[in-house]
């Protein structure tokens, strides 16, 4: 259940966003992704799930290269995009429905009771998405990420724009779900990645300028706190 990158490149015409990147994640690990605005996060996790293509560089996931098999890379993957697209006048089971048929689920009814009660959403269900809260429908879009049982989950910032209640909720969901997965995702906060995180890659102008093990932390930033490594290596 790991993520393989290997010299990864992106170009947007003569901008390089992406600049030959590479790191090796471990198996069930939340692995969090930071770095400022622009730092290439997205960029790296839309690559990971296909939606982009990279110039140069390997991809693997599970041990399959998505470039090479690119539709059996992505029965592995689940993905929860920054902005969480869901159809507004869909009820949630409706929309559960159609993501497992997309994924051609056998058994699809009692696959969607079960990733409804995993999520939380019991009772939510009978609602249509525009009748969510913001917390709840991120938990829709986790929902439909884990559907089809994926052994990797890409999430970008999950948790963005949420309360603090709303927060502790979605962390607790993700925490549960890494268990028998692992878990890539991007963020901006910073005790998001102390609450949560294994592992933490630090992205800046398309360079990966650190990649450590949470329990490293201490060994390897003396005396320094998870913001404060993030300035230093992000001002430089």
Known sequence: MSIEVTNLTKMYASQKVLDSISFCTKS???????GPNGAGKTTTMKIL??????????????NIDIRQQRILAKKHIGYLAENNPLYADMYIRELLTFEAQVHQL???S????????????IEEQFKKINQLSRGFKQRVGL????IHDPTILILDEPTSGLDPNQII?????????SLNKTVLLSTHIMQEVDAICDEVIVLHKGQIKAHFLKDEQTSKFPNLSMEEIFVQLTTT
Do not use: C, F, P, Y
Request: zero cysteines; a positive charge; proline letters at 0%.
């Open 106 to 108: 056998k058994a699809i």
């Open 28 to 34: 069930n690990h939340i692995i969090g992704v930071l």
């Open 169 to 177: 909720e979605i962390r607790n969901l993700i925490k549960t779900l």
């Open 110 to 121: 009692s696959r969607v009771d079960e990733v409804i009660a995993r999520t939380g959403l």
């Open 49 to 62: 799930v296909g939606i982009l293509t990279a110039n140069e560089g390997l991809v693997k996931v599970d």
């Open 143 to 146: 929902a439909m990420a884990i």
